[in-house]
């Protein structure tokens, strides 16, 4: 199987042993994505709707560099410090997905990277 590292210098970079994303075959596997400005390393921490949407953009980010966009996600997984955020997120999150909403998970965690309150992660599909 043969796996092609993606990255976009639009997202952040990894702040771990791991590549922003990863495609094979059809697939892109886009790892989490937290709210920090891929410019200037800013973290979004104290505001959830501009973290969400920073999140958002970031994915997006990463989908352009390969070619895609929200409409080819299949699945998400949402991470979060807090449950009572979960609203909206929800909110921002589907204005992403207006017509076909991919399957996901939301949980809650007891901590993130960095001390964010929201990661993002998702798997897309040509």
């Known amino acids: 199987m043969k796996k092609e590292i993606i990255n976009s ?10 590549n922003q994303a990863i495609k094979t075959g ?24 501009l973290a ?8 997006s980010a990463i989908l352009a560099a390969n070619n895609m966009t929200f409409e080819h996600v299949v699945k998400s997984s949402i991470f979060l410090k807090d449950m009572n955020d979960f609203s909206v997120v929800n909110e921002i999150y589907g204005k992403y997905f207006p017509d076909y909403a991919p399957a996901r998970e939301t949980v809650q965690v007891s901590g993130l990277p960095k001390n964010v309150s ?6 897309a599909a040509l």
């Open 118 to 123: 929201i990661e993002i992660s998702v798997i």
């Open 52 to 59: 969400t949407e920073k999140v958002m953009e970031n994915l």
């Open 26 to 49: 059809n697939l892109l596997f886009v790892s989490g994505q937290i709210p920090m400005d891929a410019h200037t390393g800013e973290l979004i921490l104290d505001d959830i709707h």
């Open 9 to 18: 210098k639009s997202a952040p970079a990894p702040i771990g042993p791991y």
